[in-house]
């Protein structure tokens, strides 16, 4: 397969891609879905929390039906440039006080808001509904529409800048597994440039000069003993055959020639006469 073919140092570096991959992007996901639910939590939380402040202080000028005191109190949102629209509704469902555009949106029904409010969330919008309640009666109903564009700019900004750190710390990863690689990875390419040459040349003079104390050096270790058991076997080997063309050039002298006469005998003549013949 394409896999097979690739060397040592390339497989081991896909790996840690790999790995440094499905760790940094889930990572990064996962923040920034964090971070945008911490964000709308935050914003669901302050604009209930000033739509009940906006009600209660709204009481008396619905009870009294003061359109002139309401609208003074909705004007404190003006402030927030976000917030759209605020209006308040009378018992009726009727618009009794309405700041900002206006809004085509039916009231939920009574039962649906509860006593804290609501949020809802739609189309980059944040819809708080709350109830004003004059001694646990409800009077009316506030709605403040606030635009949630700003907030989904910061956050997206902030994402942004998490898949970008993400970025970075993935070259970062990349550089140093890089590094750590060559330095894991040189002593095999060592030794098997070793193996090839002496394969190649037959030159068993050659020894391994890896000394780390780990496998690769254990296995440098080993590969040194094996060539020096081969050299060791090469050379009785070359002993035992010279030992042999000695013993058969003395044969062959005893064959041919009288030791006691001192002159060749017959097979010498015998063996030169045959070489004369064939020539």
């Known amino acids: 397969s394409w896999l097979a073919r690739q060397k040592l140092h390339r497989k081991l570096m896909m790996i840690n891609l790999l790995a440094i991959t499905m760790a940094s992007i889930p990572v990064a996901v996962l923040i920034s879905v964090w971070v945008w639910q911490d964000a709308e939590g935050k914003k669901e939380h302050a604009a209930l929390i000033q739509a009940q402040v906006v009600a209660e202080n709204s009481v008396a000028g619905l009870l009294f039906e003061d359109r002139d ?51 809802l969330f739609h189309q980059a919008k944040l819809d708080v509904w709350m109830p004003i309640k004059a001694n646990s009666e409800q009077v009316g109903v506030l709605r403040v529409r606030e635009n949630l564009m700003p907030l989904y700019s910061r956050v997206l900004m902030l994402c942004g800048m998490i898949f970008l750190g993400a970025l970075l710390a993935f070259v970062l990863s990349a550089w140093l597994a890089h590094r750590m690689l060559n330095r894991v990875t040189q002593p095999f390419i060592r030794l098997a440039d070793l193996m090839r040459r002496m394969s190649s040349e037959g030159d068993y003079s050659s020894r391994s000069d890896i000394a780390t104390q780990d496998e690769i050096g254990d296995l440098a270790s080993s590969f040194n003993l094996m060539i020096d058991r081969i050299e060791r076997d090469n050379l009785a080997l070359s002993r035992e055959l010279e030992q042999r063309r000695e013993a058969e050039s003395k044969l062959d002298r005893l064959a041919h020639f009288d030791g006691v006469a001192q002159t060749t005998n017959r097979h010498y003549f015998e063996r030169r006469l045959n070489l004369l013949l064939d020539e």
């Open 69 to 119: 005191a309401v609208a003074d109190t909705l004007s404190v949102l003006k402030w927030d440039q976000n917030i759209e629209s605020a209006t308040v509704f009378d018992k009726n469902r009727n618009v009794f006080v309405r700041i900002g555009k206006p809004i085509e949106q039916d009231i939920p029904a009574q039962e649906l808001i509860p006593e804290n409010g609501i949020a």
